[in-house]
């Protein structure tokens, strides 16, 4: 079975976002104002693999050592059957 | 005295650094990302540049080469290893350090000289130096800023080395610029001495981290 994988990496909570922060104040030079900006970074490919259990399990295994740093970001896996 | 110095496809500082080793009395040799074995050698440096074009986060790519795990054994046979700003990096990334160098708070290139505090002297490359002593030495990098959920703890086992003196340009910790390991023998700092080795750079205070390794 071929499967559809997406991860979305964020800062955790309270981290400082400076692309985030400049964000807010560039979008204040065009006249608008944004708080709260945040930016998370996605990631997508394809697996083939007889269950769904196992990619599960191969990509948190992916997020810990080389995808994401489990110092300062959170991860959400999303994992879709073709 | 043979030292190690550690190439990744992006790596730009190697040659300075290998220039430094020379100068400091020791002999260089270049290493590439895929040697797993280092037995030979009798310390390492991880120089700065953009290994992997800092692709995902600075050095998340280049902490999982096969030269790492040459490096881990090196580490366990007390051997010293000294990562230098990218060089910092990855010792972050694969945890041979505590803590991790992350986005400037004000998210530019910031490349200038500045003033550095010797927080500790127990490592080999900061034991020339007196505890508090001033030394200049520039800095080059958008990925700097300190960051670590363990301050307590390095503070009780002596792990922070280097901190920036009266200015703290990228937002760092308590200004920490350069942590060891536990055993003192592993530095990752930020601030590139091999830039600081000769009169005609402008400082030579960067020449003593290389003599560490004699």
Same mark, same amino acid.
């Given at each position: %079975?071929?499967?559809? @994988?997406?991860?979305?990496? $964020?800062?955790?909570?309270? %981290?400082?976002?400076?692309?985030? !922060?400049?964000?807010?104040?560039?979008?204040?030079?065009?006249?608008?104002?944004?708080?709260?900006?945040? !930016?998370?970074?996605? @990631?997508?490919? !394809? %697996?083939?693999?007889? $269950?769904?259990?196992?990619?599960?399990?191969?990509?948190?295994? %992916?997020?810990?050592?080389?995808?994401?740093?489990?110092? @300062?970001?959170?991860?959400? @896996? !999303?994992?879709?059957?073709? | 005295?043979?030292?190690?110095?550690?190439?990744?496809?992006?790596?730009?500082?190697?040659?300075?650094?290998?220039? #430094?080793?020379?100068? #400091?009395?020791? +002999?260089?040799?270049?290493?590439?990302?895929?040697?797993?074995?280092? +037995?030979?050698?009798?310390?390492?440096?991880? =120089?700065?540049?953009?290994?992997?074009?800092?692709?995902?986060?600075?050095?998340?790519?280049?902490?999982? +080469? =096969?030269?790492?795990?040459?490096?881990?054994?090196?580490?366990?046979?007390?051997?010293?290893?000294?990562?230098?700003?990218?060089? #910092?990096?990855?010792?972050?990334?694969?945890?041979?350090?505590?803590?991790?160098?992350?986005?400037?708070?004000?998210?530019?290139?910031?490349?200038?000289?500045?003033?550095?505090?010797?927080?500790?002297?127990?490592?080999?490359?900061?034991?020339?130096?007196?505890?508090?002593?001033?030394?200049?030495?520039?800095?080059?990098? #958008?990925?700097?800023?300190?960051?670590?959920?363990?301050?307590?703890?390095?503070?009780?086992?002596?792990?922070?080395?280097?901190?920036?003196?009266?200015?703290?340009?990228?937002?760092?910790?308590?200004?920490?610029?350069?942590?060891?390991?536990?055993?003192?023998?592993?530095?990752?700092?930020?601030?590139?001495?091999?830039?600081?080795?000769?009169?005609?750079?402008?400082?030579?205070?960067?020449?003593?981290?290389?003599?560490?390794?004699?």
């Amino acid at each position: %079975m071929i499967f559809d @994988i997406e991860v979305k990496i $964020s800062l955790k909570e309270g %981290m400082l976002n400076p692309e985030a !922060t400049q964000i807010e104040r560039s979008l204040d030079l065009l006249g608008y104002e944004v708080k709260d900006a945040k !930016t998370v970074e996605i @990631i997508q490919f !394809t %697996m083939e693999e007889d $269950s769904e259990d196992k990619v599960n399990e191969d990509v948190v295994d %992916m997020c810990e050592r080389l995808l994401c740093n489990p110092v @300062i970001h959170d991860y959400e @896996i !999303t994992v879709k059957a073709q | 005295m043979k030292i190690g110095v550690i190439r990744f496809p992006g790596t730009n500082c190697d040659r300075d650094v290998a220039q #430094a080793i020379a100068l #400091a009395g020791a +002999t260089p040799e270049y290493i590439w990302w895929n040697e797993e074995n280092l +037995t030979d050698f009798d310390g390492i440096v991880i =120089p700065g540049g953009f290994s992997y074009g800092d692709y995902l986060r600075a050095g998340a790519m280049a902490s999982i +080469t =096969p030269v790492i795990d040459g490096i881990k054994v090196l580490v366990k046979e007390e051997k010293p290893v000294l990562g230098i700003c990218n060089g #910092a990096q990855i010792l972050g990334e694969i945890g041979l350090v505590p803590g991790i160098f992350i986005t400037n708070e004000n998210p530019k290139f910031n490349c200038e000289w500045v003033d550095l505090k010797v927080s500790s002297t127990r490592t080999p490359f900061t034991k020339a130096f007196k505890k508090g002593q001033k030394v200049e030495i520039p800095i080059a990098h #958008a990925e700097g800023r300190f960051y670590t959920e363990n301050i307590d703890l390095m503070k009780d086992q002596d792990q922070i080395v280097l901190q920036f003196k009266d200015r703290n340009p990228n937002g760092s910790m308590e200004a920490i610029t350069g942590v060891c390991d536990e055993s003192g023998l592993v530095l990752a700092m930020m601030p590139h001495p091999e830039r600081a080795c000769e009169e005609i750079l402008g400082s030579t205070d960067g020449l003593n981290f290389f003599k560490g390794f004699l």
